[in-house]
């Protein structure tokens, strides 16, 4: 590991980005009353690809970004996060890290996850907590198709921060250019 490794600082920029491009989209799709949730795709190159400590320092950076924003008691999703980026620290010896059609899957149940337990967390403080969910299951229907449309294209915009970096993501050595 070198002295200043930037690993983690890479990818929490890159999920700032994405969170700033969500947010647009949303914004674009308010009258629609859609509201797209990208969470599972914050904590997957992380997870994947990032060695332990960096990539918690990201997911917890992430997370702390994520609830000063949205109307979720501060915490929650630092959190959530936490847990998933933990749970799949736990078993990707077993995965094959390296493609995105598995960093897609992995993205599209880390999200459903989210979704369903900040659902549960949250539909209770609704007025109508019955007719809520339809409106859950809509967004994210939308979550989930525009997940398999980003993933792809953000996991390789991470993979060549980290090559213009001159980073291999898991050792943090410097790769010879």
């Known amino acids: 590991m070198r002295r200043t490794d930037p690993r983690w600082l890479i990818v929490f920029a890159a999920n700032l980005l994405l969170w700033w491009l969500v947010g647009l989209l949303n914004h ?3 009258g629609l009353a859609v509201h797209c949730y990208v969470g599972g795709l914050f904590v997957v190159y992380s997870a994947l690809r990032l060695d332990r400590r960096h990539g918690l320092i990201a997911v917890a950076l992430t997370g702390l970004l994520v609830d000063a924003a949205e109307p ?4 929650t999703s630092l959190f959530l996060f936490g847990l998933v980026h933990a749970t799949l620290l736990y078993g990707r010896q077993r995965f094959p890290r390296e493609g995105t059609v598995f960093a897609t ?3 599209l149940f880390t999200n459903l996850f989210l979704v369903i337990a900040l659902s549960f967390l ?3 403080a609704n007025p109508r907590p019955g007719s809520a969910w339809l409106r859950i299951f809509a967004d994210l229907l939308a979550s989930q198709l525009l997940l398999v449309v980003i993933t792809p294209w953000f996991i390789a915009l991470q993979d060549r921060a980290m090559a213009i970096a001159a980073i291999h993501p ?6 010879s250019l």
């Open 72 to 75: 979720v008691p501060y915490g």
């Open 170 to 175: 898991e050792t943090g050595r410097r790769l």
């Open 28 to 30: 674009a799709l308010a």
């Open 105 to 107: 899957v992995v993205a």
């Open 122 to 124: 949250l539909v209770g």
